[in-house]
């Protein structure tokens, strides 16, 4: 299995600042086969990064996702309020289990 | 537009069994695999399962395998996991998702629906 550790558990920031999120597979993530989501208070998880760094349909550019092999950032260039919220990582390549990070919190400082 | 409707959920006591579906609308259903991940109250996101598209491969996490068991009808557009012997370690919000193509893995999870609570206590 492989898993994935995500860092900080905490971010606290203020509206436009970067923001930096980690996530750190235990063994190689084949062909960038890592995804990052959103989730906010009481929704569904959103799809925002796959493959590492292609931005899914209507995200909008201040994500970008890059890395590979185990280490993996979400970055977020400037924080509009609607971005604080609580981020995973996800790996969906060969290797069942399908896992998830234990996600990054994302609050207002 | 895809939509994901997740049913089924309720209180149920440890031992016991409960199906959720989930019904998909907006898209090809036979044309994708789908998955089931579960998020316990105040805690992160967990794989439970998924099936490819013609039902031909099948996971599980070691959590659920044996007493879970995945199950697809594409003639209904509709997505099942039929859950046994639960525990209270069960409880928790299950989404449905649709990945991005057919296979297993090798797929991201978009979109999800709103999911639906089980509730495991006696």
């Known amino acids: 299995e492989i898993v994935l550790t995500q860092s900080p558990g905490t971010l606290s920031l203020s509206p436009g600042e970067r923001a930096t999120l980690s996530c750190r597979a235990s063994?190689?993530?084949?062909?960038?086969?890592l995804a990052w989501y959103q989730q906010k208070p009481g929704q569904a998880p959103r799809l925002l990064i796959y493959g590492a760094s292609s931005r899914a349909t209507g995200i909008p550019d201040r994500f970008s996702g890059s890395g590979s092999g185990t280490d993996f950032t979400l970055t977020i260039s400037r924080l509009e309020p609607e971005d604080f919220a609580v981020y995973y990582c996800q790996q969906y390549g060969s290797s069942l289990p399908l896992t998830f990070g234990g996600g990054t919190k994302v609050e207002i400082k | 537009e895809v939509q994901l409707v997740e049913s089924g959920g309720g209180l149920v006591q440890p031992g016991r069994s409960l199906r959720l579906s989930c019904a998909a609308s907006g898209f090809t259903f036979d044309d994708y695999a789908m998955h089931w991940v579960r998020q316990a109250p105040g805690k992160g996101l967990e794989w439970v399962s998924g099936i490819s598209w013609n039902s031909g491969s099948i996971g599980y996490a070691d959590s659920v395998k044996g007493r879970f068991t995945i199950s697809r009808d594409n003639a209904k557009n509709s997505l099942y996991l039929q859950m046994n012997s639960l525990r209270a370690e069960d409880t928790a919000l299950y989404y449905c998702a649709k990945s991005a193509g057919q296979q297993l893995a090798y797929n991201w999870f978009d979109p999800w629906g709103q999911g639906t609570l089980v509730t495991v206590s006696s």
């Open positions: 063994q190689s993530v084949s062909s960038s086969y």
